[in-house]
T-cell receptor, first 112, second 114 residues
Framework: AQSVTQPDIHITVSEGASLELRCNYS??????LFWYVQSPGQGLQLLLK??????LVQGIKGFEAEFKRSQSSFNLRKPSVHWSDAAEYFC??????????FGKGTHLIIQP | NAGVTQTPKFQVLKTGQSMTLQCAQD?????MSWYRQDPGMGLRLIHY???????DQGEVPNGYNVSRSTTEDFPLRLLSAAPSQTSVYFC?????????????FGPGTRLTVL
């Protein structure tokens, strides 16, 4: 069965500092990987996705993620965070009709 | 386009009551799904549908029922509400192909069962 692990429940970063959120997955084949962001009281918005090809994926809001098959990882990065980036971030894996399997989320706190 | 809409936004039920959470999308997506979100658990798939007249169970289907009579609508029914069903419910939709397309999420329904 597929699974997703986000090792960090909370991360605190100073505004302007760089960010990396970790995601490890377990999947039998080439995975389809996603990062979603959820602002308080809101639904989920897709930041970026990886299906195939270039392992460095660019997304919205200045985010990027790198797929590393050897490490079963799909970490999310941003070079300089803004206060508006404070939110819950979810990594997900999925294929076909079985829907997405989500990690438990990482809560990002931005310090001024 | 309104995207994915969900009603109601908030609901309080008593144990044993039934209700239907509504979900509609105007993007002509074949694939629709329901997730529940609980603190520290991420989102878990309840039911999904790959087209009108076709539904299937996800990871946590017990206590929930779905139907898909049209492409646009995918209601979720709680047959006899229990406190364990207190959660935030999200509906999502996408184009369906051999690979999972981007799923578009609704704003959610926050349900409390007393």
């Amino acid at each position: 069965a597929q699974s997703v692990t986000q090792p960090d429940i909370h991360i605190t970063v100073s505004e302007g500092a760089s960010l990396e959120l970790r995601c490890n997955y377990s999947y039998g084949a080439t995975p389809y990987l996603f990062w979603y962001v959820q602002s308080p009281g809101q639904g989920l918005q897709l930041l970026l996705k990886y299906f195939s090809g270039d392992t460095l994926v660019q997304g919205i809001k200045g985010f990027e993620a790198e797929f590393k098959r050897s490490q079963s990882s799909f970490n999310l990065r941003k070079p300089s965070v803004h206060w508006s980036d404070a939110a819950e971030y979810f990594c997900a894996v999925g294929e076909g009709a079985d829907g997405l399997t989500f990690g438990k989320g990482t809560h990002l706190i931005i310090q001024p | 386009n309104a995207g994915v809409t969900q009603t109601p936004k908030f609901q309080v039920l008593k144990t044993g009551q039934s209700m239907t959470l509504q979900c509609a999308q105007d993007m002509n997506h074949e694939y629709m799904s329901w997730y529940r979100q609980d603190p520290g658990m991420g989102l878990r798939l309840i039911h999904y549908s790959v087209g009108a007249g076709i539904t299937d169970q996800g990871e946590v289907p017990n206590g929930y029922n779905v139907s898909r009579s049209t492409t646009e609508d995918f209601p979720l029914r709680l047959l006899s509400a229990a406190p364990s069903q207190t959660s935030v419910y999200f509906c999502a939709s996408s184009y369906f192909s051999a690979e999972v397309g981007e799923q578009f999420f609704g704003p959610g329904t926050r349900l409390t069962v007393l």
